[in-house]
């Protein structure tokens, strides 16, 4: 079985997460392909692994690839916040949150998270949910349409957008990406079509976080695990863009303030991939990971 993402900023995720005992309990709250829980499961023998994915045909991939390690991998299909706000199992020594989305589901999902591509416009992660881009695209008020783009995409041009999105879906439905990125192409001016990123590459993303929630369930996944640490636990956070790193630095110092602080931030400024990183694989340069410890 092949596998596609690169686990970002795992010589600086080891070296922050060490297990203050041999058979610790770790959570992995976006397993993905496993990449990150494998190499903990290899580098700790007697370390378990609890590995969430909301996604179940990505999880089958993470399963299958934790075969060897047998029971120390415990699977749950589920989102993490709904994990967190239902937990009642033994404290954890470590958490592990990277809020990226998995290479996976731009080269292989087929649901249209990328615009390279002719897909069908779906970018669901759970598979069950009503809510698909389609449906937003097609559905939303051209006003809340422009909000989404602005507010998840921090698109200038979110509202021209909306009203190009408007006028083309009262003729035909929109239901592929190359029908959406063309129609935001020519929505734009023609100076913003020739920048360093495609023009439709934030309101793509707006649109994924619309349909999963995605900046909802950061906050109270974080307390719940936080909550859920054994003393000198720790908790690590590897963010991919502002909307998601402004939240977890303001929860944070939120955390580790007042008169009785849960937590100690290890990581006074935000750790950033290296050069030799970035040069193997681009997508991580915009990452950040930030690490707590239990009080």
């Not at 909802?216 to 956070?237: F, K, N, Q, T």
């Not at 602080?261 to 935000?270: A, D, E, G, Q, R």
Request: hydrophobic share 35%.
């Amino acid at each position: 079985m092949e596998y596609v993402h690169y686990p970002v900023m795992y010589h600086e995720v080891l070296s922050y997460l060490v297990p203050k005992r041999e058979d610790a309990l770790m959570v992995d709250c976006t397993t993905g392909e496993g990449g990150h829980t494998r190499l903990f499961l290899e580098k700790y023998p007697r370390l378990h692994v609890t590995g969430l994915d909301r996604d179940s045909e990505i999880q089958k991939k993470a399963i299958a690839r934790m075969q060897p390690f047998g029971e120390r991998f415990t699977p749950v299909n589920t989102w993490f916040d709904d994990y967190w706000e239902t937990y009642q199992g033994p404290k954890v020594d470590l958490v592990l949150f990277d809020l990226g989305i998995s290479s996976y589901h731009f080269a292989e999902s087929e649901r249209g998270f990328s615009f390279q591509k002719e897909e069908e416009l779906d970018m669901r992660l759970d598979l069950r949910q009503s809510l698909s881009a389609e449906t937003v695209v097609n559905s939303y008020a051209e006003e809340d349409l422009a909000t989404v783009i602005y507010r998840y995409g921090e698109e200038r041009y979110s509202r021209r957008i909306a009203r190009a999105i408007a006028e083309a879906r009262a003729k035909e439905r929109i239901v592929t990406t190359r029908q959406l990125a063309d129609i935001i192409l020519h929505a734009v001016p023609p100076q913003y079509r020739y920048g360093h990123i495609h023009p439709a590459t934030r309101s793509f993303q707006a649109i994924r976080i619309e349909v999963n929630r995605e900046l909802d369930r950061i906050e109270p996944a974080i307390r719940g695990a936080v909550d859920s640490l054994l003393p000198g636990g720790r908790a690590a956070v590897i963010t991919f863009h502002s909307l998601e790193d402004r939240p977890v630095k303001w929860l944070f110092r939120e955390l580790a303030g007042g008169d009785q602080p849960k937590v100690k931030i290890l990581t006074k400024h935000p750790v950033v991939p290296g050069e030799e990183e970035i040069a193997e694989n681009s997508p991580s340069r915009s990452a950040k990971l930030r690490v707590v410890e239990r009080i």
